[in-house]
């Protein structure tokens, strides 16, 4: 019995021989077809995307610009593009810190993918130097300066010394926080009941009376002001500590 089923094992394997050697030479066929098929050149696709980006979005004099392109997956596999690869980008209200830029093939096997490019926007800030109570003017040593990526913040930044010093802020500032001007008032130059110089000029002509602040105001805002000679109530522009001017 064990014999007979030898013998059967042997002559199979004869017969299989040959299916085995052609199995053999079609797999080894197949993979020197593989070897020898091209792809598309994923350098090709990232300088793609490159020069779309030195087109879209350059540097200014106060900000730098600085791009990270994304990967790609090793395992894609396109067809090779016969014509030049175009791009294109769905990003129509402005490029934020994170676009996609698209890139596609019009050729006879056409294809089209995305690719994800990390923008950074540098520029310099004014941070607070120390922490800065409500009300409290802010001189130039509570100012320090520094590069920052500023498509991270949610407001706006003050761009000068100018737009900060001699300020007042309308709530405390914690150490190291960006200077928003939205958040920054001048200081209060004439408070309301004081006693103010009225100055009105016309065609050369300049006159000076006394009048009384109706409500605060610092240097460049208009005010109410009571003329203590007519009593009447006018409009007045303050100048400066105790001195309101007027156009006639």
């Given at each position: 019995m064990l014999l007979q089923v030898v013998q059967i094992l042997l002559k199979l394997m004869k017969m299989t021989k040959p299916l085995i050697y052609i199995l053999l030479f079609c797999l080894l066929f197949v993979s020197s077809v593989n070897a020898n098929k091209t792809y598309q050149s994923h350098d090709k696709i990232f300088a793609t995307v490159q020069n779309y980006l030195d087109k879209h979005i350059t540097s200014s004099q106060d900000v730098e610009i600085k791009t990270?392109?994304?990967h790609l997956d090793s395992r894609l596999k396109l067809s090779p593009c016969e014509n030049p690869l175009k791009s294109f980008s769905n990003n129509h209200n402005g490029f934020g810190s994170k676009i996609?830029?698209?890139?596609k093939c019009e050729?006879?096997?056409?294809?089209?993918?995305?690719?994800?490019v990390k923008i950074q926007r540098l520029a310099t800030v004014f941070v607070s130097a120390q922490p800065i109570a409500k009300g409290d003017q802010i001189v130039n040593t509570d100012i320090q300066q520094v590069s920052m990526?500023?498509?991270?913040?949610?407001?706006s930044y003050a761009k000068s010394k100018a737009?900060?010093?001699?300020?007042?802020p309308k709530r405390s500032i914690p150490l190291g926080s960006v200077f928003n001007p939205r958040y920054l008032r001048l200081p209060i130059m004439i408070k309301k009941g004081d006693l103010v110089d009225i100055v009105a000029e016309s065609q050369g002509l300049r006159i000076r009376m006394q009048g009384q602040a109706i409500n605060d105001g610092a240097k460049g805002q208009r005010i109410n002001v009571k003329n203590l000679s007519s009593n009447r109530t006018i409009q007045a522009i303050v100048k400066n500590s105790g001195l309101v001017k007027i156009h006639m």
């Amino acid at each position: 019995m064990l014999l007979q089923v030898v013998q059967i094992l042997l002559k199979l394997m004869k017969m299989t021989k040959p299916l085995i050697y052609i199995l053999l030479f079609c797999l080894l066929f197949v993979s020197s077809v593989n070897a020898n098929k091209t792809y598309q050149s994923h350098d090709k696709i990232f300088a793609t995307v490159q020069n779309y980006l030195d087109k879209h979005i350059t540097s200014s004099q106060d900000v730098e610009i600085k791009t990270k392109i994304g990967h790609l997956d090793s395992r894609l596999k396109l067809s090779p593009c016969e014509n030049p690869l175009k791009s294109f980008s769905n990003n129509h209200n402005g490029f934020g810190s994170k676009i996609s830029v698209g890139i596609k093939c019009e050729g006879v096997k056409p294809w089209s993918l995305y690719v994800p490019v990390k923008i950074q926007r540098l520029a310099t800030v004014f941070v607070s130097a120390q922490p800065i109570a409500k009300g409290d003017q802010i001189v130039n040593t509570d100012i320090q300066q520094v590069s920052m990526d500023i498509s991270k913040l949610r407001g706006s930044y003050a761009k000068s010394k100018a737009e900060i010093i001699g300020k007042i802020p309308k709530r405390s500032i914690p150490l190291g926080s960006v200077f928003n001007p939205r958040y920054l008032r001048l200081p209060i130059m004439i408070k309301k009941g004081d006693l103010v110089d009225i100055v009105a000029e016309s065609q050369g002509l300049r006159i000076r009376m006394q009048g009384q602040a109706i409500n605060d105001g610092a240097k460049g805002q208009r005010i109410n002001v009571k003329n203590l000679s007519s009593n009447r109530t006018i409009q007045a522009i303050v100048k400066n500590s105790g001195l309101v001017k007027i156009h006639m």
